[in-house]
């Protein structure tokens, strides 16, 4: 048995534990952090002497609201400002310990110590990290809608409706190119022609012959 006292270290029959600890209230931090010590064991056990190890300082515990004898499973706070605390937290009813600290809100590790500078618990503690919400993408805005701009001339377009299919225009036959004597010889022959025409009927009148005239003599 004294082999084995001898071979765990003291403080591992401590029953004083620290099971909470608030680093970052909401709003300003100055009164409202806290540190919430349990006597997890049987047995009362008084904290006269007892010191908060933060930041490197040692600090005092003083009693403000209740005793300095922890009670077999009973809780205790230690804070900054104990008035505060009763406000924020009415329905607390144990024993309110006075110290001074500032916990850091990014996380550290602090010791409960005993009378003897004994380290009786350590709590050590890391923020979460602070997720950032997702930046937007930035939408680009022009002044004509691409739909648009990328239609073809020879669609008709409907603002809301999809584009017609365009429509085949009709087409006239080709006349085939004639060579420009082709041309003259075509012109001269419909001139004679014309001519010919006006000849047939102008020829008639032209052979008709008069009535012989008539000889009246003088008497």
Known sequence: MSLL???VPAQAFASVKIVDVMYDPSGADQGREWIQ???TGNEPISLIGYRLYEGGINHKLSVSVGTSTLAGGAEAIITTDPGQYTTDHS???GTIFKSSFSLSNTGE????????LKVVDTYSYVAPPVVKAPVPAKVTKTK???AIAAKPASYSY???ATQAAALPMATLPQIPALPRMWLYGLGLVTLFLLGAAVVLYAWPNLTATSSPEEEFELE
């Open 5 to 7: 006292s001898c071979a």
């Open 91 to 93: 329905a607390f009813a």
């Open 37 to 39: 010590i349990a006597n």
């Open 144 to 146: 004509k809608s691409p």
């Open 109 to 116: 590790t602090i010791e409960l110590k005993d009378a003897s």
């Open 158 to 160: 409907t603002a809301g």
